[in-house]
């Protein structure tokens, strides 16, 4: 597949609609938007990695372990867009920092699109895992 049939190929931040999205097409490039800064993609695609590999493991060995999965995700997903955050913006405003070595300031869209946010990051996964989309 080629950059040009992707969604939202170069991760411009595309800005919020003012009555929000009606379907997961309309949301996928907002997200990627949302992931602009290529070290907030890569703890992305860490933690969803990590995930289906921890998955796989709790179910083969300990079904109790599954509880910890959503802390392995949402932990590698949060970090990228708060604690990170922050160098952001002070790179942004003094033009010193070297910008490849920080992430994203936003608010994840998990807390507003839960489900369409899941589903984006296993499909930013999966198009990073098959070369079809930038790392």
């Not at 950059?3 to 170069?10: G, K, Q, R, V």
């Not at 289906?52 to 392995?72: F, K, Q, R």
Request: aromatic letters at 18%; proline letters at 6%; one cysteine or more.
């Amino acid at each position: 597949m080629s950059s040009s049939t992707l969604a939202n190929p170069t991760y411009k931040p595309i800005p919020h609609p003012t009555l929000g999205f009606t379907s997961f097409a309309q949301f996928y490039p907002f997200y990627l938007g949302e992931h602009s800064n290529r070290v907030c993609r890569r703890l992305h695609f860490t933690g969803s990695g990590l995930v289906l590999a921890s998955t796989t493991y709790a179910l083969l060995n300990d079904a109790s372990l599954l509880l910890y999965v959503p802390l392995i995700g949402y932990g590698f997903a949060w970090v990228g867009h708060f604690f990170f955050g922050m160098w952001d913006t002070l790179r942004k405003a003094l033009k010193l920092l070297d910008g490849a070595l920080l992430t994203e300031k936003n608010r994840p869209a998990t807390f507003k699109y839960p489900v369409w946010s899941l589903r984006g990051d296993f499909r930013m996964f999966w198009e990073v895992i098959s070369g079809q989309r930038a790392f």
